[in-house]
Each structure stands twice: as structure tokens, then as C-alpha cells.
């Protein structure tokens, strides 16, 4: 069994930093591409960032050179640096990754549970 477990995030001002963290417990082998996402009040889940196991990033737009992320492959733990926050950043924001687990044979996406972000003005 593995989880995603999400820590972090909270209530931020604009201009100001919040940092997530996730990391994926149980029989977890190896974790490929971790992910962040958001959904904002009445919108759709977007794709914020990514990281690959070789550490390649990739940002939505409007998060480049905000936002960081990065990735610890021997605990594994996914984080996203957030500066300069913006009210448009609030969101849940959710992590994913795709694990290879005990006892299988292929990589399977798993999600954690969402954590809220809220930025002032």
C-alpha cells in the first residue's frame, strides 16, 4: 500500500513565501515523476509543476521563477518553494507520483489528499 501524505501550505501574503512537501510512504520501490497540482475555487485541476527522476523540471507559466520544485529519491519526498506569492495562487494543491510499488511490475500514478493554500492581498 502507499500513500501520499501532503504537509505545508496554510495562509500566505501576497509577496510572501509558503513552502509543501509530500512524501509517499509504505511499499514504495522507486517514485518516476512527481507532480503538484491546484484547483482554485471553481476551477480545474491544473498541472503546476513536475519533476523527473533525472531532477528535469517543468513549470505552468504562471508560476515560472516563483515556484520551485524539488525531490528527495532516497526518502521519497517531493517539494514546491513558493515566492512571491500571488491571490491567484490559492488553491488546494495536491501532489501525485508515479511509484513503483512492492510487488508489481509497472508504475501506477498515486495522489495525496490536498492541502489549501490561501493568499491574502
Known amino acids: 500500500q502507499v500513500q501520499l501524505v501532503e504537509s505545508g501550505g496554510g495562509l500566505g501574503q501576497a509577496g510572501g513565501s509558503l513552502d509543501l512537501s509530500c512524501a509517499a510512504s509504505g511499499s514504495v520501490v522507486s517514485v518516476n515523476l512527481w507532480s503538484w497540482y491546484r484547483q482554485g475555487p471553481g476551477q480545474q485541476r491544473e498541472l503546476v509543476a513536475q519533476?523527473?527522476?533525472?531532477?528535469?523540471?517543468n513549470y505552468q507559466d504562471s508560476v515560472k521563477g516563483r515556484f520551485t520544485i524539488s525531490r528527495d529519491n532516497v526518502l521519497h519526498i517531493v517539494y514546491l518553494q513558493m515566492n512571491s506569492l500571488k491571490p491567484e495562487d490559492t488553491a488546494v494543491y495536491y501532489c501525485s507520483a508515479d511509484v513503483l510499488a512492492v510487488g508489481r511490475e509497472t508504475y501506477r500514478t498515486y495522489w495525496g489528499q490536498g492541502t489549501q493554500v490561501t493568499v491574502s492581498p
Open positions: 519533476i523527473t527522476r533525472d531532477e528535469v523540471q
